[in-house]
């Protein structure tokens, strides 16, 4: 990505505990809003819709498992979708239990989350110059970090926007991989840089 | 397509700026969920779950498990164990323990920690307040850099 160049890109960076929209252009942030909502939003979203709906406590960890092996951000279209064996304890007589979980009751479950990181988008594309704006729907959105791994979050994401939206290879290791550029093009790259120590 | 995009959605914080001969500087992304660490010439080489897990015995904590061993102990734990993250919501929430993790994944990269001084430059979330930022800081000073205290 031509990051000095005097052209507009937008990356957004969902993370683990935050969702970073920024706008970029000559090297540095035009616009940048971080809203905290990740990964981690959306386990506890599943945690909750699981207790909700089903009756079934679960914890982070297979709240994660779910998310990453049959996570979608998008209503499957036959309305089901894959489905997984998720095991917790039931609420109700607090034995524990088994239940079987689609894609669509996850898709129901990320909702909130996928459509907080949607407005972030959104937000971000309203307050960006004009001429950046245009520059943008020429070339796309650009999604890292391991949200961006999301099953179909890209295709909710043009949905919503309109735009195209691509998925950065290796995004887990996008951003130690453009620190470490900043660590190489240190002079270059100085002005964003916060010195003092 | 994509390097450079982490970093620009982010402000740097640089630590130290002293480069010593033995010094292998290098980038952190200090991650709610991962933390990686990119020293200069060799990439990523270092990319572990944000976890740290404690022992915990008559009120002393010695640290038991970093990285992908903590992780296994999440939401596992007997009384006397605890695993926590350190991170929430891109900052700091757990001051020591997060010092703790990044010690322990700087002594994994740098072995040679006594001799050297190295640059390191870590991530912070874009709306970090100037505190948060300064929780990083101080945490990472400590952690693998204990000449620039000064």
């Known amino acids: ?197 | 397509m994509g390097i450079h995009s982490g970093r620009i959605n982010h402000d740097m914080g640089i630590f130290d700026k002293m480069p010593g001969l033995f010094s292998s500087d290098m980038a952190i992304d200090l991650g709610t969920a991962n933390t990686l660490v990119y020293v200069k010439g060799k990439g990523v080489i270092l990319s572990e779950p944000s976890v740290v897990a404690y022992h915990v015995k008559d009120g002393v904590k010695k640290v038991l498990a970093v990285g992908e061993d903590a992780k296994l102990m999440l939401g596992r734990t007997p009384g006397s164990i605890e695993a926590i993250r350190p991170m929430r919501e891109g900052v700091i929430a757990d001051f020591d323990v997060a010092e703790e993790m990044i010690k322990h994944f700087i002594r994994k990269v740098h072995k040679r920690s006594t001799f050297s001084k190295p640059k390191i430059i870590v991530c912070v979330p874009h709306g970090a307040t100037p505190v948060e930022k300064r929780a990083i800081r101080q945490s990472v000073l400590s952690a693998g850099a204990p000449a620039a205290r000064a």
């Open chain 1, 1 to 197: 990505m031509p990051i000095t160049d005097p052209t507009g890109n937008m990356v957004v960076d969902i993370g683990g505990g935050t969702t970073e929209v920024a706008v970029l252009s000559l090297g540095d942030i035009v616009y940048a809003r971080s809203v905290r909502v990740g990964g981690d939003r959306m386990d506890e979203a599943i945690v909750n819709y699981l207790r909700r709906q089903q009756n079934l406590l679960v914890g982070e960890s297979t709240a994660e498992r779910i998310k990453t092996s049959i996570g979608t951000a998008r209503m499957p279209d036959d309305g089901r979708g894959a489905s997984m064996e998720v095991r917790g304890r039931d609420l109700l007589n607090g034995v524990p239990k088994q239940t079987e979980i689609t894609q669509a009751q996850v898709a129901e479950a990320l909702a909130e989350p996928v459509q907080q990181i949607c407005e972030a988008v959104m937000t971000a594309l309203e307050a960006t110059p004009p001429d950046l704006a245009a520059d943008i729907v020429d070339r796309g959105v650009m999604l890292t970090g391991g949200g961006a791994l999301l099953g179909d979050l890209d295709l909710a994401l043009r949905e919503q926007t309109g735009l195209s939206v691509s998925i950065a290879d290796e995004s887990l290791n996008c951003v130690a991989l453009g620190t470490g550029k900043a660590l190489e093009y240190e002079k270059q790259l100085r002005h964003a840089i916060d010195y003092d120590s």
